[in-house]
């Protein structure tokens, strides 16, 4: 059973940084694209960062870019998205997410497993 569990959320100041890790279990993923998306009251779930397990390769959307920076530690199944000069529009539950997405990595519904979420909260 593939469990996907989310840790490092918490309350920042504007400018202050982050880091969240999602912890894999269940199955070998290097054919999966491991995805953060974001949800914020009252908006819809935003893609935030995504890495392909096997070559490492990333992407991100351009609000976050240059700031967030997406990872992952194959030997511990972890995955990490370390968050810089956070602002308050950062605001969000965070998602883990896992699939064998080929195409788009930013449509959510390409994801197969997702974990609970940990709250992101920025204060300005």
């Known amino acids: 059973q593939v469990q996907l569990v989310e840790s490092g959320g918490g309350l920042v100041q504007a400018g202050g940084s982050l880091r969240l890790s999602c912890a894999a279990s269940g199955r070998t993923f290097r054919r999966y694209v491991m995805g953060w998306f974001r949800q914020a009251p009252g908006k819809e779930r935003e893609f935030v960062a995504a890495?392909?397990?096997?070559?490492?390769?990333?992407y991100y959307p351009n609000s976050v870019k240059g700031r967030f920076t997406i990872s992952r530690d194959s030997a511990k199944n972890t995955v990490y998205l370390q968050m810089n000069s956070l602002k308050s529009d950062d605001t969000a539950v965070y998602y883990c997410?896992?699939?064998?997405?080929?195409?788009?990595?930013?449509?959510?519904?390409?994801?197969?497993?997702w974990g609970h979420g940990t709250q992101v909260t920025v204060s300005s």
């Open positions: 890495i392909w397990w096997t070559g490492g390769s990333t």
């Open positions: 997410a896992a699939g064998e997405v080929s195409g788009i990595v930013t449509d959510s519904r390409k994801y197969d497993y």
